[in-house]
């Protein structure tokens, strides 16, 4: 069992990380970065349907093709929705706070969108950060997109530094040391595998090898 959870861990990549890296490399404009970023999201999607199956494995039950048919249909469904209502909704409400030319109200507009979102995703038992991605996402297509993001950079780098402490601080050293072998192991398979299955699908899809081999590094 505690293989199954591995292999469901190193199948997901880390958007935050990814992002970050980007963001230092100058990286973000990128044609290849946009491609990334949607494989991004797609992993977080699929995340939820592999959480209800290991859940429903750690449990002693079996995994039903039916229930996680459903849980798919489902989560198409829901954030299909908020797409759309946010896509007419956020963007009459964003151009209403710019309006009134006060950086602050629109910084903390912002903001409160992306919580509110991640709140629901929450209550819907998904992904927090797929909400406030989704939410970002519209405001980034608003008239003020490019001036909330510069707002908003000195509190998303705050963010982001606590989250990189954060999960500093939860590693173990002393147990990467007693597992070197493994650790080393499962390195090498997860920067050489991943690159492998990333190119080898970018170069089937039609992307070209240079395109294709930046999506899988």
């Known amino acids: 069992s505690s293989r199954i959870f591995l292999a469901g861990m190193l199948a997901i990549s880390s958007t935050t990380v990814i992002m970050k890296a980007f963001t230092e490399l100058g990286l973000r404009a990128r044609h290849f970065a946009d491609r990334v970023t949607g494989l991004l999201i797609l992993e977080d999607l699929a995340a939820i ?37 946010g896509g007419f909704i956020v963007p009459r409400f964003v151009q209403h706070a710019g309006r009134a030319r006060n950086e602050e109200l629109l910084v903390l507009a912002a903001i409160g969108l992306c919580l509110l979102l991640s709140s629901i995703a929450a209550k819907f038992q998904y992904s927090m950060a797929l909400g406030a991605f989704i939410m970002g996402s519209i405001l980034n297509e608003t008239l003020e997109g490019e001036k909330i993001e510069r707002l908003i950079r000195p509190l998303r780098d705050m963010f982001a530094a606590v989250f990189f ?36 699908g970018g170069i089937l899809v039609g992307l070209g090898l240079r395109a294709s081999t930046r999506i899988g590094l």
């Open 49 to 85: 349907i592999l959480l209800v199956a290991l859940n429903s494995f750690a449990a002693g039950r079996a995994v039903s093709g039916t229930a996680l048919a459903s849980l798919g249909a489902e989560l198409v469904i829901v954030v299909g929705g908020w797409i759309l209502i």
């Open 165 to 200: 402490v954060t999960i500093g601080l939860l590693a173990n050293p002393l147990g990467a040391l007693q597992n070197w072998q493994l650790v080393l192991a499962l390195t090498a398979i997860v920067i050489v595998g991943k690159w492998l299955v990333l190119t080898s």
